[in-house]
């Protein structure tokens, strides 16, 4: 008897301790198991996997990234479009697209060819002359340099381009050297000069093309999406179907860019967009003040739960007698001296959309 009430007693305590204890939460991966995965998911021809795999799982880790399939997949995609797994791509005809820029620039501001020629034969801190640096350029990494160079030391070179250094993306995701300029913070690795260095390097190149394309919350319930986005800027496509639904509930045929304002427009002048959505002032009870004031949220997630957003597709889908997408890929041409033939957002979007379904195959 006394042996059962002492077996019961115990019982009861342990089941005590138990019920106190909190349930365990799962862990998450190791780095050295997300590292793994990317690799698995990398084509086998890819060069130093192994390498792309740990820059990759560093940015996830140093941005709090969920490393899913998805997110993996995404990343993968982007880079195999963007450069093959090339940390700093060749781009073909760069010598003569930069000589080009250049003498364009030259003309625009009268200066004469000669000028320019005697310019170029000064010599560049290497010790070669600017010209020869120039015709032997292949990436945009070595372009930048020249370009600094150039800035720093010659007159000239400063009147062209003033203080700015005209190249403007780079690295393996070809992210924007500006948009990691305003993203610095919180870089997980000492910088080797500058930012704009930085993004030419694998590391650099990846950490800021993740935060780009995965560094923000949609409301897509498509992948594509995002990758149009990548391409035309955040929250593009749901502003472009924002677009889609002012025009049609105001009947003004409107390019669906996604640009919802005219950078430093005027309250008194308003944009296409801004003007066709005033257009409907009355029926949404707003004054031209206040639908400013929540278009310039357009550039934020808050901007889809917005009584602006909520009533333009209401008279949207009143006008069509049909329900309206929320995500629309926006409708524009693709223009940069690198690119020889017509290209668009959603060219850009769907090829990536399908190395992203491979990649998810895999």
């Known amino acids: 008897m006394l042996r059962a009430t002492v077996l019961a007693a115990l019982a009861a305590l342990l089941l005590a ?28 021809n890819a060069p130093d996997r192994d390498g792309w795999a740990a820059d990759i799982q560093i940015a996830f880790q140093a941005q709090s990234i969920t490393p899913n399939a998805e997110n993996i997949c995404a990343v993968l995609a982007v880079l195999e479009q963007e450069s093959g797994y090339r940390a700093d791509p060749s781009v073909p005809n760069l010598a003569k697209i930069a000589r080009k820029e250049i003498e364009d620039r030259a003309a625009a501001l009268h200066i ?7 310019a170029l034969k000064l010599k560049s801190t290497d ?7 120039l015709s032997k350029v292949r990436t945009e990494r070595e372009l930048s340099a020249l370009y600094d160079d150039l800035i720093g030391r010659v007159p000239l070179g400063q009147r062209l381009f ?3 250094n005209p190249v403007e993306t780079g690295g393996p995701m070809q992210v924007s050297i500006a948009f990691a300029q305003a993203n610095a913070r919180g870089y997980p690795y000492a910088v080797d000069g500058s930012i704009r260095n930085e993004v030419f390097s694998r590391r650099g190149g ?9 560094g923000y919350d949609t409301p897509y319930t498509r992948k594509v999406h995002r990758f149009a986005d990548y391409n035309a800027g955040r929250y593009a496509s749901r502003n472009a ?14 390019a669906l860019d996604g640009d919802l304002l005219l950078p ?20 949404l009870d707003m004054t031209p003040r206040q639908i ?10 808050e901007f889809s739960d917005s009584a602006l957003h909520r009533r333009v597709f209401e008279l949207g889908e009143a006008a069509a007698g049909n329900a309206l997408p929320r995500a629309v890929i926006p409708g524009i041409r693709l223009e940069s001296p690198k690119i020889t033939r017509e290209l668009t957002t959603e060219w850009f979007a769907t090829r990536v959309y399908d190395r992203y379904r491979h990649c998810m195959q895999r």
Do not use: W
């Open 17 to 44: 301790a138990c019920a106190g204890q909190a349930p365990k939460t799962p862990a998450g991966p190791t780095p050295a198991e997300v590292r793994a995965e990317i690799v698995r998911r990398i084509p086998a």
């Open 292 to 301: 400013r004031r929540e278009l310039e949220r357009a550039d934020r997630l």
């Open 112 to 118: 004469p060819k000669f000028a320019v020629a005697a």
């Open 206 to 214: 990846m950490y800021f093309g993740i935060a780009h394309l995965l």
């Open 127 to 133: 010790g070669r002359s600017y010209e020869e640096r």
């Open 264 to 283: 430093g427009a005027p309250l008194d002048q308003p944009g296409l967009t801004e003007a066709a959505v005033r257009s409907l002032a009355g029926k």
């Open 162 to 164: 003033g203080k700015r």
């Open 241 to 254: 179907a924002f677009q889609n639904a002012v025009s049609q509930a105001s009947g003004i045929p409107l």
